[in-house]
């Protein structure tokens, strides 16, 4: 889509991504259920060791859980689990319940 093609030229320019510009690709990824491509951000990212914000983190969690294409309930558990160890964003007590709601329901 259009969010592809201005990376492509971003990079094409010799500039890299910073986490505003992840940020933006991962909530369109979001908007569009688009599980695959928020796999390849968050890949991007950690290549990159680009820290970036929370609701970047969760706009690939929305990207996973509503794209119905594919199964992505390790990718959003493995996701939740980063949270909460890694980032200590969330407890693991909320961590529990999301994977409850979000992962485990959906199935």
Partial sequence: GKCEGLLRRLKSDGLEPDRI????????????????????????IAVANV????????????????????DYSEDARDLLSFMCERKKIMSEKLRDELHGVWIEKRR
Avoid at 24 to 35: I, N, S
């Fill in 51 to 70: 820290r970036v914000m929370v609701h970047t983190l969760l706009s690939a969690m929305c990207a996973f859980l509503l794209d119905r294409r594919a």
């Fill in 21 to 44: 510009t992840y940020a933006a690709l991962l909530f369109a990824c979001a908007r569009g259920r688009d599980g695959r491509h928020a796999r390849e951000y968050l890949d991007e």
